[in-house]
């Protein structure tokens, strides 16, 4: 089975790369290598993948030294020509699409970038899906769809009409677009709202990472919503189990699952929305607290008000992955803190 990946040089396409080569699978990876954050990081993760950045700066082809069945070229998928030609090389089975500009501040920031990348480029990405008859369309969606929501824990049934930022709004749009080439191409798609992901080789713009960083440098750790805000933190591992699970089996289509046009994240049309988070929130306080013993040195906190692009709260319920796949995500945060920090000290050289 052949795999294309998007963003398979970013934190989550990384690890799910690495998981099916592992398992034998032909995967075929992009990703355009953007500097939203240093792309030192992105080329180390593909270094771990037998691919050297001089291969990757080439604009062609490239054939991993340590997995043959590892291809990948540097692709923007804002560029709907390279992309499908790409895709009519590799004539994949199943997309998984995880290229997206990430992160809610920076959408304050440079609101453009989200709209070239996830709008367009997602157009850009599921039409070559159709062009070139993909089995199953899956793709990264977020916990950020919720907004305003105020009953927890969160279900893929809740109404997602109020997003609280641009990053959410580009994410539910991807979703009603996937419902729409699903209804009209009869093309399954499957989009997971993933919760706040944390792990090893993840982003230097994610909370632990900067949290880490800042207690290593005596830095202060600023905190919005007076420390309160609580976060479903789901660990790397259980991600890429969940992933693993959904890319292994056909679209669940079949007569035990009620399909219906009006329920937010099923359908009629072969299309799916799945949770993927730990179903454990944790306040921001206790998540430093459990980073403080994992590195063995206090945190200096500042108490900030909230901001209005930010969620108080995220909470999963997963129990509909759990049913469909049979994945439990429930890595304790200390022991995936734990992980992380022994992977920080390891990558950046710290004693």
Not at 69 to 91: A, C, R, V
Request: hydrophobic share 40%.
């Amino acid at each position: 089975m052949k795999v294309f990946i998007t963003g398979a040089a970013g934190f989550i396409g990384f690890h799910i790369t690495r998981n099916l080569l592992l398992s034998g699978f032909e995967v075929i990876g992009i990703d355009n290598f953007n500097d939203y954050y240093p792309v030192t990081l992105k080329y180390d993760r593909l270094l771990q993948l037998g691919i050297h950045q001089f291969e990757i700066d080439s604009n062609k082809p490239v054939i991993s030294a340590t997995f043959p069945n590892f291809s990948f070229q540097k692709i923007d998928i804002t560029h709907q020509e390279p992309l499908n030609q790409f895709f009519e090389i590799s004539n994949p089975d199943i997309v998984c699409h995880l290229a997206a500009q990430a992160g809610v501040r920076y959408s304050l920031e440079n609101p453009s970038a989200y709209a070239q990348t996830n709008l367009l480029g997602f157009f850009n990405v599921m039409e070559a899906a159709k062009k070139y008859h993909v089995q199953h369309f899956i793709y990264a969606s977020s916990s950020s769809v919720y907004g305003l929501n105020e009953k927890f824990p969160l279900e893929e049934k809740d109404p997602v009409d109020h997003p609280v930022s641009l990053y959410a709004a580009t994410k539910r749009s991807n979703e009603l677009m996937a419902h729409a080439y699903s209804h009209l191409y009869n093309m399954p798609t499957t989009g997971l709202r993933f919760f706040t992901v944390y792990g090893p080789w993840g982003r230097p713009d994610m909370a632990l990472i900067k949290f880490t960083k800042s207690i290593y440098q005596g830095a202060v750790i600023s905190l919005y919503n007076q420390g309160n805000m609580m976060r479903d933190f789901t660990y790397i591992d259980d991600v890429i189990a969940a992933l693993y699970a959904i890319i292994s089996k056909p679209f669940q289509d079949d007569v035990h699952i009620k399909r219906t046009a009006t329920s937010p994240d099923t359908s009629s049309a072969p299309f799916e929305i799945l949770n993927i988070g730990n179903a454990a929130p944790v306040k921001m306080l206790d998540y430093i607290n459990a980073l403080e013993k994992a590195i063995g040195k206090k945190a200096k906190i500042q108490l900030l008000p909230n901001e209005l692009c930010e969620l108080t709260t995220t909470w999963a319920d997963s129990s509909k992955l759990a049913k469909r796949y049979q994945v439990v995500p429930g890595t304790p945060l200390e022991v995936g803190i734990k992980h992380f920090v022994e992977w920080y000290k390891s990558y950046y050289k710290i004693d």
